[in-house]
């Protein structure tokens, strides 16, 4: 199946070993769009399950919960 998205997490101001711009960069080289968000919300909820409709979702090392409606959809 082909890769629809990548949302990274975005890291606190404290954290120094920062990892978005690498994700970014992956996502970019794969002709994917990547986003950098603290959480899952109402409005990438949406997005997730309207327009990206992912048969898989991969979450690695998100600190916060996923929605079970984004759970539900992949």
Not at 54 to 64: E, K, Q, S
Request: hydrophobic share 45%; net charge negative.
């Amino acid at each position: 199946a082909p890769l629809v998205g990548v949302y990274a997490f975005e890291q606190d101001a404290h954290e120094h070993n920062r990892v978005e711009p690498q994700i970014h960069e992956l996502a970019a080289t794969a002709g994917v769009r990547c986003r950098t968000v603290k959480r899952i919300g109402p409005q990438e909820e949406k997005e997730i399950i309207e327009e990206l409709r992912p048969d898989l979702a991969l979450v690695i090392g998100w600190r916060t919960m996923i929605p079970m409606s984004v759970i539900d959809a992949a």
